[in-house]
C-alpha cells in the first residue's frame, strides 16, 4: 500500500511495468502505468514513512519486497 487505498502493482514478466490503483469516483478502480524509477521512488518514500511512524513491521515487510523487486 502506497497510500490510503491506492496500490502498486507490477507486471509478472521482469517487473519492468508498473501500475498505480487507486479508487475512483463514483465506483471502480483508476489506473495509472508508471516506470520502474518512478515505482522506486515511490516505495521508498512509503518506507521513510513507515520508518518515522514507528511501523517496524510494515517496514520490514515492504523493505523485503523492496530487495526482491529493484535490487
Not at 483508476?30 to 518515522?52: C, K, N, P, S, T
Request: glycine share 8%.
Amino acid at each position: 500500500m502506497l497510500d490510503e487505498g491506492t496500490e502498486l502493482f507490477a507486471t509478472l514478466y521482469a517487473q519492468r511495468l508498473f501500475f498505480i490503483v487507486s479508487p475512483a469516483i463514483p465506483k471502480g478502480l483508476a489506473f495509472e502505468a508508471i516506470g520502474r524509477g518512478d515505482a522506486r521512488q515511490m516505495v521508498e518514500e512509503r518506507m521513510r514513512h513507515l520508518r518515522r511512524r514507528g511501523d517496524y513491521s510494515e517496514y520490514d515487510r515492504l523493505q523485503k519486497i523492496y530487495k526482491k523487486t529493484f535490487q
